[in-house]
DNA sequence: GTCTATAATTTGATAGAC
DNA sequence: GTCTATCAAATTATAGAC
C-alpha cells in the first residue's frame, strides 16, 4: 500500500529503467546491461529482482497495456450530445499519446510479434462491455437523426485511428516533410482542432 | 536484366526468406539461422552472398520503402474530381495494406528505431514534390467549394490513418473484439466503403 | 541487498574442404 | 557456389563474497 509512494525503491528504479528501454528498443533490442545502467545498479540485480529477461518484460508490458486503452468510461457517463463527447475524448487521447508517444507503437509491435501475451490479459474483462455501450449511445443519437449513420466499429475505429497513427509514424512524416522535431510537434498538436473538426463534419446530418 | 525473371536462384531465395523473417520479426528479432532455413540453404551462404545481416537487412528495407509510399501519380494526373481521386486512392491503398499487412508497421517500427536509415533515402526525391502538387490540387477544389476547407497536410494525414492504421493494429484489435482472423479480414475489407464514405461525408460542403 | 567474477548460451561471422 | 566445422563476440544468467 504504501509501497506506491516510495519513488526511489531499488525495484522501483529497475521498473522505469526498463520501461524506459524496452518502450525504445523493444523486448530483443533492449540489452540488459542497459537497463541496469539508466537504473544505476548491476545487472545481477536484475536477476535478484526479476528472475529473467522475459519476466521483467512481462511485468512492463502489463502495466502499460491498461496504459494505452482509453477510459471511455468517463465520457460513457456524462449526459453531453455524442459529438461533445467525441471532441472531448479525441482531446483527452491526443494528449495522452504525444506524452507517451513511443508507448502505442512499442505496444502494437510486441502484441504482433506475440499475440498470445494479449489474450491473456484481456479475454473477458470489461473492455468490450465498455465498448459496446459507447457503440449503443451512436446507435441512438444516429436513429434520432442528431448525427450522420455510420456503422459504429468503423466510427470507433476512424477516431481510434486519427488520434494514433500520425504520433506512430512521427519519424516517417518527419522524413518525408523534412521538418524538424519542434515544428512537427506543432503541427501533431493542431491535430486535436483538426481532426475535432474532420469528425464533427463527417458526422452533421 | 534478364536476372529479374529468374525466381529461383539462390539470391533470390535469400531476399525471398530474408524479407519474410525480418517484416516479422524486425532486424533484432531475426535469426540468421531462420532465413537459411526458410531460404533452404546455410548461414554461411548468407555472409557469401550478404557480407552481414546488416547489409542484408538494408538490401530488404530499401526494397521496401519503396513499396510502401503511394504512388500518387496516377491519380494526380487523371482529371476526376478530387472526391473522385481520393476515394480511388483509399481502394487501392487498403487494399495493398490487406495484402501486405506486416508491412506498415515493419517500417514505422525500423524507421522509429533508426530515422536516419529512411532519412538518406526520402531526401531530396520526388515524393515532396508530388505531396505538393496533390495538396494544390485540394486547395483548388476547396476554393472553388466544391468539398469543405480542411489543411491539406491534415486532410492527407487523416486519409492515411484511416487506411494503415486498423491494418496495423489488427492483433489488437482482434484481442478486444474477440474474433477470429477471417472476421476480422471481412470487416477491414468493409472499411474501403466505410473510409470512403467518411471522407467523403466530411468533405461535403 | 548489492557487488564482482564467471559460467553458459546464443548468434553473427569466418576458415577451409569439396 | 555450397557445405561443415569452428571462432569470436555479445548477452543472459548464476555463484559466491561482502
Known amino acids: 500500500m504504501a509501497e506506491a509512494l516510495e519513488l526511489s525503491t531499488t525495484e522501483q528504479k529497475i521498473l522505469e529503467a526498463a520501461k524506459k528501454v524496452f518502450i525504445q528498443k523493444g523486448l530483443d533490442g533492449a540489452r540488459l546491461d542497459e537497463i541496469a545502467n539508466e537504473a544505476g545498479i548491476n ?38 450530445p455524442i459529438e461533445e463527447k467525441i471532441e472531448f475524448f479525441v482531446h483527452k487521447y491526443i494528449d495522452f ?17 506475440n499475440p498470445q ?6 479475454g473477458h474483462t470489461q473492455n468490450f462491455i465498455i465498448l459496446q455501450r459507447f ?16 456503422n459504429p466499429l468503423h466510427l ?16 516517417v512524416i518527419q522524413a518525408i516533410l523534412q521538418l524538424n522535431e519542434a515544428d512537427l510537434n506543432i503541427i501533431l498538436q493542431q491535430r486535436k482542432e483538426e481532426v475535432s473538426r474532420f469528425i464533427r463534419e463527417a458526422l452533421r446530418p
Chains 1, 2 share one sequence.
Do not use: W
Not at 135 to 150: D, L, P, W
Open 156 to 171: 470507433m475505429l476512424n477516431i481510434m485511428s486519427l488520434c494514433i497513427f500520425p504520433i506512430i509514424s512521427k519519424p
Open 97 to 113: 499519446v504525444s506524452e507517451n508517444p513511443q508507448l502505442p507503437l512499442f505496444m502494437v509491435t510486441e502484441i504482433n510479434r
Open 43 to 80: 545487472k545481477a540485480l536484475l536477476h535478484y529482482y526479476f528472475k529473467s529477461k522475459e519476466k521483467l518484460f512481462e511485468k512492463i508490458f502489463d502495466e502499460m497495456i491498461g496504459k494505452l486503452l482509453p477510459d471511455f468510461s468517463a465520457i460513457i457517463e456524462s449526459q453531453n
Open 135 to 150: 457503440a449503443f449511445q451512436m446507435i441512438t443519437e444516429m436513429q434520432v437523426g442528431r448525427i450522420k449513420s455510420f
Open 117 to 122: 501475451r494479449m489474450k491473456d490479459l484481456l
